[in-house]
C-alpha cells in the first residue's frame, strides 16, 4: 500500500511532449484509473511510475520518498499488461510461482501462495496447463495471479482487458473491483475503454495529448466536464454539440441556428460573466434529448430522422439538422421511418455551456 505522487512530471521522445507537467497525487488503497484515446500519455505515464521509463523532468513519490533514481525491480510494484506476457515453456503455476523463485522463496511457501492465490482467481484446476493451452480469460488470471502472489504495494495494470472477448469483459471487470478492495492495495489503471474507467475507477484522469484535461469520481467527469474534450469523451453514445450565441433582445435566448433555447436571467448572467465572447458551445447528452412526433415545448424543434439504432432496451434514434447528424436516446423500441418528421426537445436542466474559444466549461 502506497501513496503516489506526480509532480511536474514531463516525458519527451524527441520533440515530441508524451506526458507534460503532470501533477497528481493517488491515495493510498485506491482504484485510480488513466482514461485517453491512443497517444495520450497514459501508458507512458504509467511506465514511468513502474521504474521502465525515465522522466525527462519532474519527480515521482512513494509515500513522500522519490523514486527517480530506484530501479523497476526495487519498486515494489507488479505490472500487468495487456499482452499477457507469460513464459510459454512454464505451466501456469510456474508462472505464477516465477517471481517468488527470483526472490529464493522456500519451496513450501511458494506452493502455498501460489495455490491460495489460484483459489483466489478460480483458476486452481488450471496449474498444469501451459499458456497456449488456455483461454484469454484463463491467462489474463494467470498474469493477475503472478502479480499479486507477490504482495506488492503497487498494481499497475495496461489495458489488461483488451485482449479478451466482450463478454469476458464484463466478468473480468467485476473481479478486479473485488479482488482490489480485498487485497487493499493500491492500484493504477490505464485504458482507452471508458466503461472500464467509469465502472472500476475511485477516480479518473481524463488524459489528452499529454495533459491531464480532469480528475474526478466517474461521476463527477460524467456530470462536469471541464471542457469539451471530457464532454465528448466520455459517455456513449457521447455529448451532442450545438455552436451557439446568446441573444438578449428582451428574452434570453441561445441561438443554434436550426433553433433556439430560452434560458432564465441568472444563466444568461453567468454566461456573460465566464464566456470569452459571443460564440459558445451547446451540449447536451442523448439521454437529455426527447424525439416525438408532437411538440411537446415551446423550444420544441423540427428534425428529420435519419437512422434508428435499436438496442432492445432503448433506441438511439439520429436526427438530422443541415449535414449534422446528432443522438437521441430513447427507452424502449420506437418504429420512425427515415426522414419521417419529428419535434426534438431538449432537457434545460441538463444543458452544458462550453466557451467556444477556450473550450472550457462555463457552468
Not at 482504484?31 to 495520450?40: E, H, I, Q, T
Not at 523532468?57 to 499482452?83: C, H, L, W
Not at 469476458?168 to 487493499?184: F, N, P, S, T, W
Not at 435519419?306 to 418504429?335: C, H, Q, W
Amino acid at each position: 500500500m502506497v501513496l503516489v505522487k506526480l509532480e511536474n512530471l514531463t516525458k519527451k521522445f524527441r520533440d515530441v511532449v508524451a506526458v507534460d507537467n503532470v501533477n497528481l497525487e493517488i491515495k493510498d488503497k485506491e482504484f485510480f484509473a488513466f482514461l485517453g484515446p491512443s497517444g495520450s500519455g497514459k501508458s507512458t505515464t504509467l511506465n514511468m511510475i513502474a521504474g521502465l521509463e525515465e522522466p525527462t523532468s519532474g519527480y515521482i513519490y512513494f509515500d513522500g520518498q522519490i523514486v527517480n533514481d530506484i530501479p523497476p525491480e526495487k519498486r515494489d510494484v507488479a505490472m500487468v499488461f495487456q499482452t499477457f506476457a507469460l513464459y510459454p515453456h512454464l505451466n501456469a503455476f510456474e508462472n505464477i510461482a516465477f517471481p517468488l523463485k527470483v526472490r529464493k522463496y522456500p519451496k513450501d511457501e511458494i506452493k502455498n501462495k501460489v495455490i491460495q492465490v489460484a483459489e483466489m482467481l478460480r483458476i486452481r484446476h488450471i496449474l498444469n496447463k501451459k499458456p497456449y493451452e488456455l483461454s484469454g480469460g484463463e491467462r489474463q488470471r494467470v498474469a493477475l495471479a503472478r502479480a499479486i502472489v507477490r504482495e506488492p504495494r503497487l498494481f499497475l495494470l495496461d489495458e489488461p482487458l483488451s485482449n479478451i472477448d466482450a463478454k469476458l469483459r464484463v466478468y473480468m471487470r467485476a473481479e478486479l473491483i473485488r479482488l482490489q478492495k480485498d487485497l487493499g492495495i493500491t492500484t493504477i489503471y490505464v485504458t482507452h475503454d471508458q466503461v472500464e474507467a467509469m465502472t472500476m475507477g475511485d477516480r479518473v484522469a481524463i488524459m489528452n495529448l499529454g495533459k491531464i484535461m480532469q480528475v474526478g469520481s466517474p461521476m463527477e467527469v460524467f456530470k462536469k466536464p471541464a471542457n469539451i474534450f471530457v464532454a465528448g469523451f466520455v459517455g456513449s453514445p457521447p455529448m451532442n454539440f450545438f455552436e451557439c450565441s446568446l441573444k438578449t433582445n428582451g428574452k434570453n435566448l441561445l441561438d443554434c441556428g436550426y433553433f433556439t433555447l430560452s434560458i432564465d436571467e441568472e444563466l444568461a448572467n453567468i454566461i456573460k460573466q465566464k464566456s470569452s465572447g459571443s460564440e459558445l458551445i451547446l451540449g447536451i447528452r442523448p439521454n437529455d434529448i426527447k424525439v416525438t412526433v408532437d411538440r411537446i415545448s415551446d423550444d420544441s424543434f423540427q428534425s428529420e430522422v435519419f437512422a434508428v439504432e435499436r438496442l432492445g432496451t432503448e433506441s438511439v434514434v439520429n436526427f438530422k439538422l443541415g449535414d449534422a447528424i446528432y443522438k437521441s436516446v430513447i427507452e424502449g423500441v420506437v418504429y420512425y421511418r427515415f426522414g419521417e418528421k419529428v419535434w426534438v426537445t431538449i432537457d434545460k436542466n441538463a444543458i452544458h455551456i462550453f466557451d467556444k474559444k477556450s473550450e472550457n466549461a462555463i457552468l
